[in-house]
């Protein structure tokens, strides 16, 4: 018996077969073959002439239990489902689990390196061995060798003292004796400056004399020039001159020739002319010798002033070089005063900051002794309260790391929480996982996003191993959304699984998703139901259907909702008696699936009048029947069978 059908009254809950509703599906039945009866009492009595046929169908007014249920299809998934992982990263060195194992609580999934962990649990002992000998050393005080080592460290404070005064010491000396080396440097600077000055008077007299020919290098210059261009003109006129006297020289050579032949020839008038031509000849050579004499005296006039005035640009150059190498040398000296004396007040500040460097030695120094002894004065006192809190606080600490440290070493093994089915092994060894820990998914969680979405999530998981716990089942259904509003959080239900269509689980309702889904333009919410008891057989993601009894009314006279016409106040069904049918008004009470309950109006065994059923029955020669009736079925016949019941009779 399940949660719908144990709240029946006994009398329809032990009739028929133990479905959901019993007395509601014998009623249904019954009905259904009243209709049927009927259609095969039509069609027996057809004759060889079309021929109609006005069924009146009744039912009695019973009293019972009405209910009102809604229906969908969802996925079955398990209410706990672990991922489960290392807490820190690491090397996987042993995998202890495969898919489709059954594991128990505490069973060890997979092992990852404990190297690391192991030698930071070495570590926090040692600390906690260190911690607890410092407690005790708190409590007993120092021993013969630590007050030893409290003499030593006493005399080397004073001994630093005695080596700070020394140090000042020598920094005075060291002070003074950068006051006698800044003043030699600057003595020495300015006896520099004042000779290269009179090196300075001496150049400038000496430029004053080289300038008595040319004011300027540029005028000498400009000299110079001039004079180059008067030697390349003068060898110009020379080369002229002596290629005129060439030319002549072949002349008088050509007509002392002519001469000698009209000699030979003794040609009288080629004598003469050859002659005078000769003697003119010569006379223009005689010419030409005291020019190229005159050529040759002036062009070493003008080399000679060439040379000269180079000499005098020479000189005038090189007096401004000097003049310039004077200057620098000049700037230089000042520049050397002006650097030593930056430098000097460098050396001063310097050197004061020695000084006061040295004090502060000093003064850090006997600090340090005062600060040793009064260590020393300190540690040798008994412990004080505070003392005592802080070692056994030190020891406290040291525990809780070393219980941490433990606490990682054991999680380097994983082991399951809880016994369950191994889902999904996720690593290999040798591989490298990542930390995290453990997350669960939680059916009820997971409502909002539909059963697809949910019966994916079971199956998958970024953990190391996904552990599903089958004792506590879920479904996940989507509802139409005029369904979803009479869905409550705790109302009963009946789940049943395609897997098995002959089991029958109770159920409840575990909430109801605030958030639609949409899909192909049809809105549904999704409704998480929580398994009354377990299954064996159930697996996740399982076909599942659910039947949710949204309303009851207990004890009620109730009749077929076919019979009932409006609702509520306004409502009337047709009475039959003594063959009369009457329409008497009835206050309508709940509509549940297949009758409607009467608050007020009719009594118990009456008879109501079901909507007609007029069936029309074909002739012998063949013609297909047609039927109507108001809201009930109709039945149609050709050659056999029957045609479907439309309507049906509304329970």
Do not use: C
Not at 116 to 124: K, M
Not at 508 to 519: C, D, R, Y
Not at 589 to 603: F, V
């Amino acid at each position: 018996m399940n949660a719908i059908t144990s709240r029946l009254p006994a009398r329809l809950a032990g009739r028929g077969q133990p479905g959901r509703l019993a007395g509601v599906g014998l009623l249904n039945g019954i009905l259904a073959a009243l209709l049927v009866t009927a259609g095969v009492t039509a069609y027996l009595t057809v004759g060889t002439s079309s021929t109609a046929t006005t069924a009146v169908r009744t039912a009695t007014v019973s009293r019972g239990v009405v209910l009102a249920t809604v229906s969908a299809t969802g996925t079955l998934q398990a209410a706990t489902q672990l991922s489960l992982g290392f807490v820190s990263s690491g090397q996987l060195v042993a995998v202890n689990a495969r898919a489709g194992e059954h594991v128990a609580k505490g069973q060890v999934l997979g092992r990852i390196d404990p190297t690391s962990a192991h030698q930071g649990l070495l570590q926090a002992q040692a600390a906690l061995t260190t911690a607890n000998a410092n407690f005790v050393s708190t409590l007993t005080g120092e021993t013969t060798q630590q007050r030893a080592q409290d003499a030593v460290s006493v005399t080397q404070a004073r001994q630093a003292v005695a080596n700070a005064k020394l140090s000042l010491a020598a920094t005075r000396k060291s002070v003074a004796l950068d006051k006698v080396t800044t003043a030699a440097s600057t003595t020495q600077a300015q006896k520099q400056l004042s000779a290269d000055r009179g090196q300075l008077q001496i150049d400038l007299a000496k430029q004053k004399a080289d300038a008595a020919t040319y004011p300027s290098s540029d005028a000498a210059t400009n000299a110079v020039t001039a004079d180059k261009a008067k030697v390349a003109d003068d060898q110009l006129k020379q080369q002229t001159d002596q290629q005129s006297q060439l030319t002549w020289q072949q002349q008088l050579a050509s007509d002392q020739a002519a001469l000698k032949t009209a000699q030979t020839n003794n040609d009288t008038a080629g004598i003469a002319a050859y002659t005078n031509a000769s003697n003119s000849d010569q006379g223009a050579l005689n010419a030409l010798a005291r020019t190229l004499q005159t050529d040759g005296f002036q062009l070493t006039q003008d080399q000679n002033q060439l040379t000269a005035d180079q000499t005098a640009l020479t000189t005038l150059t090189s007096d401004q070089a000097g003049l310039k190498a004077d200057e620098l040398k000049l700037a230089q000296d000042h520049t050397t005063i002006a650097t030593g004396q930056t430098s000097s007040k460098a050396t001063q500040l310097k050197d004061a900051q020695s000084i006061a460097s040295a004090h502060q030695q000093i003064a850090s120094a006997q600090l340090a002794l005062s600060s040793t002894l009064a260590s020393i004065a300190l540690k040798q006192a008994p412990p004080t309260p505070s003392a005592l809190a802080a070692g056994q606080a030190s020891v406290l600490q040291a525990k809780i790391a070393l219980a941490n440290a433990q606490k990682a070493y054991a999680e380097t093994t994983l082991r399951a929480p809880i016994a369950g089915v191994v889902s999904a092994v996720n690593g290999t060894v040798g591989a490298q996982t990542s930390g995290g820990g453990n997350s669960a998914t939680n059916g009820s969680a997971s409502s909002s996003s539909g059963t697809g979405a949910a019966s994916s999530a079971a199956g998958s998981s970024s953990g190391f191993v996904t552990l599903t716990d089958l004792k506590g089942m879920q479904v996940v259904a989507a509802f139409a959304e005029t369904d979803a509003v009479k869905i409550q959080a705790g109302e009963a239900a009946t789940v049943t699984v395609d897997a098995m269509p002959n089991v029958q689980l109770a159920a409840h309702v575990l909430s109801v998703a605030g958030t639609a889904t949409t899909s192909s333009s049809v809105v549904t919410y999704n409704a998480t139901f929580q398994l009354d008891r377990s299954e064996p057989k159930l697996k996740p993601g399982m076909t599942a259907n659910v039947d949710v009894v949204v309303g009851e009314a207990d004890n009620v006279l109730h009749v077929p909702t076919a019979a009932v016409r409006g609702s509520g106040r306004n409502a009337t069904v047709t009475v039959l008696q003594n063959a009369k049918q009457t329409s008497v008004p009835v206050v309508a009470g709940l509509q549940g699936d297949s009758s409607t309950a009467i608050l007020s109006g009719l009594k118990a065994n009456q008879t109501v009048v079901l909507p007609s059923v007029t069936i029309a029955i074909s002739g012998a020669g063949g013609t297909t029947g047609t039927g109507t009736g108001t809201t009930g079925a109709s039945v149609g016949r050709r050659g056999g069978g029957f045609g479907g019941f439309g309507g049906g009779f509304g329970g």
